[in-house]
């Protein structure tokens, strides 16, 4: 029993990073040009539901894969409203996990955006809630 607790940990450490991106990668050090703008999406580091992915969605548009401790980074407009939602990804550990079922967002969580920089979102897995931060440093 101990040898499959170590397993699901090192699992989770091991995977908890892990991102799969399905939109080009904005480059966060270019200018933005006008009318467009960054979103980057973050999903700070938890042990709950660590090896748990979830499929990120700004509209209909699947953006990517994020785990514990991952990032999204996108360019998208400026003009209009940025909304996300969430939808779980399954897998055969669902029932090991202490999230076996997130909640998928039924209405997507939507917010204005700025244009010309980086707007920072933190996604709240065990809650399957998003939230922009204001005057971030990278």
């Not at 170590?6 to 939109?23: D, E, H, K, R």
């Not at 990032?71 to 940025?82: F, G, P, S």
């Not at 029932?95 to 709240?124: Q, R």
């Amino acid at each position: 029993m101990l040898n499959i607790l170590i397993s699901l940990i090192l699992i989770a450490v091991i995977s908890g990073c892990s991102v799969t991106q399905y939109v080009p990668v904005a480059n966060t050090t270019d200018t933005i040009p006008e009318g467009k703008a960054i979103v980057q999406l973050r999903r700070p580091s938890t042990m709950v539901g660590a090896i748990r992915g979830a499929d990120i969605y700004d509209g209909e548009l699947l953006i990517g894969d994020v785990k514990s401790g991952g990032k999204l980074t996108w360019k998208r407009d400026a003009n209009r409203l940025l909304c996300l939602s969430v939808h779980q990804i399954d897998d055969t550990l669902a029932s090991y996990t202490l999230l076996g079922a997130l909640i998928e967002s039924k209405h997507p969580h939507c917010f204005e955006i700025k244009e010309g920089i980086i707007n920072l979102v933190e996604f709240d897995y065990p809650n399957g809630t998003f939230k922009v931060v204001e005057n971030f440093s990278e």
